[in-house]
Structure formats: C-alpha cells, structure tokens
C-alpha cells in the first residue's frame, strides 16, 4: 500500500537500551508497512525538550519530506495536548507533544500552516496506561498521515499561535563582550555556542575567552585541524553556528563546559588580558 508520505523521520529520548524504539518501529510498520522510518537519534537526554528541540532544528532542513515523529515527553499522561502540526503547506507534518519540542524545527522551516490536536480514538491504539504516548497516540498519527488521512481526521484544528514556543537563550553584548551559552555538546566534545559567526568576527580572529573564573585565547579558524595546541579554536559547525574545539581533543573535558555553560568573547583589550604597558628605567635612574 502507498500513501501520502513515505518516510518518517524519528527522534527521541527513549536510548537504545530498552524496547521502546524498537516497538514504535513494529507500530508504525503495522498500520503503514510502505514507510521508511529514518532514526535522527534517540540519545537526546532524558526529559530534556530544549536538547531535543535543538537536535530537531539541526536537522530539520536535511530531512526528508513526510512526517517527523519526535518524542520527548516528561509531561506524558498530563494535560499538554498531543498535536500534529504541518508546515510548508503540507509539505511535512511534525508530530509529537506540544511542550516546545517542535517549536525550532517549525520556525526553521518557516511556521506551522495548520495544526491539529490528536484526540481521535480512530487513530490511536488502546492504551494499557499512560505512560507511553510514543506508541500509543504519536507513532499511529504519524503512520495514519503517511497513508494519507487527512489531518483534520486526527482531531479538531487548534490555532497554530497557541502552540507552545520553545525556549532558547539569546546571545548579548555586555561590556564590550559578546555573552551567551553553550547549546550542545558533540560526542567529539566541541561546544556549539548561541553567539553568530558574524558577531565573532566583528570582533576579529584572534579573542580572549572567559568561562568562570578561567580564560583562554580563542583563534577564528576554517576547520578543526587548524587548531594549534594550547588554543581554543572558533570554528563554524556543519550548523552555521559558532562552536567551540580544541585539537583533537575534548573541548567540553578541557575546558570544564557544560550545556548551558556561560562564555564570553572579547578583544584583548577589552578583557584586560595584555595588561598595562611596562615602562623600562635606566639602570641608574631613581626608583
């Protein structure tokens, strides 16, 4: 059987260690076993929806057309509302719990055109509790979109601007420094950091870095591997943001950083890192 979409697109916080991922598969595949499911990653942290909305975000622009089911869910058996929400005019429909998880991706993909609420009990399993939404409710709204049953079926239409927005920090100058935050680490340990390569390189290529109490020099770099030993390099990631690295090594370990870090960026100058000039005296002259 063929239908309107044939992928879906599946993120979570469900780990690998359980059967969780594994049972919304064989869900998906039983109500729609033409669809491909592509897994974007089920490591985001446990409860963590600005993790996971930030990795939805990321990835949104590489996805392909369908349906994008995303699961991450500390809220699950309360009064937040399932929602199915479409974008690109049908293009894609992003389904999944209305906490802010979506938010990213669906402003990156320019806004939701319509979104709906999933109360339907024609297409939701029977729930042996309320724990496990992904199965019960999201993976058969999703399979259902791909055979191609409309959105409204799924439950009545809410307005988009109800929806609940994600939260993320903003960058700002501050004393001639520009401050933000560490959004994600990479498993390589490079820190991707909320401030634009723009405002970095306003700034110029070579910058004092402060993270608590320490600072570092920071070099504006076009790849990894120019990093030199001893420095922090200023890299922009495969996301077109700034992100912090070290060479060949752990940025994140070296440096103490975690999600959600401080860090602050300035010119030598500003920092007071090169210090008040040294006036040389004669050997003889008077102290």
Known sequence: MTGRFD???FLSDFGLDDEFVGVVHSVIRSIAPHVVVVDITHGVTPHDTRAGGLALARSANYLNPGVVLAVVDPGVGTSRRPVAVEVGGGMSVLVGPD??????AVGMVGGATRAVELVSPNYRL?????????????????????NG???TDLGPEI?????????????REEEGALVGEVLWIDRFGNCQIN????????LGSELTLMFGTEQRTAVRCGAYDEITVGRVGLVVDSSGLMSLAVARSSAAAELGLIEGSEIRLSTPEDSGVRGAPIKLRRKDEAQ
């Open 99 to 104: 906490n802010g998880l979506l938010a990213p």
């Open 7 to 9: 992928t879906i697109s």
């Open 195 to 202: 401030i634009d390569p723009d405002e970095v390189d306003r």
């Open 159 to 171: 307005d988009p601007a109800t929806l609940m927005p994600g939260v993320l920090p903003v960058s």
């Open 149 to 151: 049953v409309p959105l």
């Open 126 to 146: 029977e729930s042996l509790g309320s724990t496990f939404d992904g199965r019960d409710v999201f993976a058969p709204a999703a399979a259902h979109l791909c």
